[in-house]
């Protein structure tokens, strides 16, 4: 299974936002920059999180995005749906009912094995995904980060962390 740049990037993004103090938000422009990709590419996935709960836009010049939902109470799979939508990756097109001399509809009774085993697979990642919450990741960082991780983006957010009057 091949899964987009934009996840890491919205993880990350995502990840970056805990962060923040109450009223504090990041421009897309900004998070791009910290993480040297495309803001455009990077505001897709902003605008996805977004429609999806969690994240929060504030709009105007002092705009920009936090998080909606504390980071306890949002998984990798969250994340990943609202990047990548929640269709499943392998979507079975009942090929083994085409061809020459396909055999009558009546053949296949039960479902495809092969669709069934990919969906079981499926189920395995997403529950995983599911489990690990962003406030996982951040726990696990602190517990590896010698400091200079969380003082680059503390140093970061410093500078480019914007007040906005409207609160969450």
Known sequence: ????AGIEQAIHSVTMMCGLSENGVLSAAALAEFHGVSTSYLLKHLQALSSRGILTTVPGP???YRLNRSPENISLLDIVLAVEGAEPAFRCKEIRQRGPNPLPKSTFV?????NAAMLRAEQAYRAELRNVTIADLITDLSATDDGSIMERGCRFLALHE???????
């Open 1 to 4: 299974m091949k899964l987009s």
């Open 62 to 64: 002092k705009g920009g």
């Open 110 to 114: 039960k479902p495809c094995g092969i």
């Open 162 to 168: 914007r007040k906005s009057t409207t609160k969450s």
